[in-house]
């Protein structure tokens, strides 16, 4: 069983440490988020399973990081553990056109990606606001969702081959680059959504979707969900284009992000309790633009009170797609406010809403909920109007009036941020026991030491 040597004892190992990555790829000093005092950067997969192999030999439990961009306290570390940042290994190895198929090293940024599938027309057919710094590893290890998850499905999905470095430094390699592979167990979806937990993902192999070359945005106000609905059933039907981007803005988070950036539209008086960004993409703009003023007039004609505007150039899409995706927004104005992330079957949105505004209404004088996501597959996310942390007693009433629901209903906790270090007590309440006990069976086979990522997903006892 492993054990965490003081934070002495992991710096007497920095001469070992160097001698796999180099001196100068060795880091102190982590910033108030780590409490390990040390962090190395390997530049391949060879040089992190010889890191691992020396940390497993000295009894040193390890903590991936990636892009740093996660929700749930998945890199959270403690004095003694050593972290071990990918953010070197930021290869595009090959992109192969006729395939669609790109093998990226962990540490690739999503937006360097993209820019380089779209030099072929491609794109990897998943995006999120954080694809600026969000790492290819670390979407594969929290089995990331995003934006166009409706339509090409999330991670887990996209992901045809990976490598990964097993606790005892063994290297696990399966780099398919095809579809089409029944040859035994895939056990590449250990790793996936795994959070580092059960290896760490060091190269990946990705399924790319064509690019279209044009778009069309329309952002409308709504009377109730039910018009949303429509609008996106709307949307998946249509004979032109496809949709990109069915993304909810509820009053009160739209209302915020719109004062931030000093936007507004006379037509567009932000008074609507649901708000619907539709985004169309194909070949022909002008055909992809009288698409979405067909989609606008059935909504109309349908719900007189609702409203819309239709992006008339890049600039305005930019600017609309703007009020959506600054989430930022929220923490500056709330500080370390709470955040969650369900998942719920989209006929059962409206009523969980309704739900989850009168629960937290009645708790503590009365908590308002910000509620935006991606609307065409079910994923809410639920910021709260106070500053964090919450007094333990305050955040389990509020877990209940979130949770309590989701799996009668068929939703999830956790759509795609991930369970980490926050979410472990939500996972132990809400999944089914049988569950449960697999992935304690699976971590403590595969991790007997618990060495990776401990306290992770799982609270397990070293």
Known sequence: MSHSPASSELIS???????????????????????????????STEEVAALVQLCAARGVSIVPEGGGTGLVGGTLSQPGQLVISLTRMAKIEAIYPDERVAVVQAGVPLEVLQSAAALHGLEPGIDLPARGTATIGGMVSTNAGGIMAHRYGVMR?????????LPDGQIYSDLTRVVKNAAGYDLKHLF??????????????????????ASATVL??????????????LAMKTEIGHLRGAEGLWQSYIRLTAQAHGWSEPSFPLDQPVNLLLMLG???EAALQGAIEGIFGSILEAYPSATGIIAASKR????????REDTDVLYRTHKAAPSYDVSVPLSEIAGYVDHVTQGLAALDGGIKPYVFGHLADGNLHIVLDRTGPMAPGLTASVEE????????????FSAEHGVGSKRIGSLIATVDAGK?????????TLDPGNLLNPGKVLSLKS
Do not use: C
Not at 405 to 412: F, Q
């Open 401 to 412: 009036v979130l949770y309590a629901p989701l799996r009668a209903l068929g939703g999830s």
């Open 220 to 233: 409308l106000g709504l009377p109730s969900f039910d018009a949303a609905l429509q609008a996106i059933n």
């Open 436 to 444: 449960l006990q697999m992935m304690t069976q699976l971590k403590r």
């Open 157 to 165: 999905h996209r992901v045809l081959g990976l490598e990964a470095v």
């Open 316 to 323: 305005q899409e930019a600017d609309l797609w703007r009020l």
């Open 13 to 43: 190992l920095r001469q070992e440490l160097a001698g796999i990555v180099g001196a100068s790829h060795l880091r102190e000093d982590l910033g108030p988020e780590h409490g390990a005092k040390l962090m190395a950067l390997p530049a």
């Open 282 to 284: 194909g070949g022909d």
């Open 192 to 213: 996936i959504g795994a959070e580092g937990t059960l290896g760490l993902v060091t190269r990946v192999v990705l399924k790319l979707e064509p690019l279209p070359a």
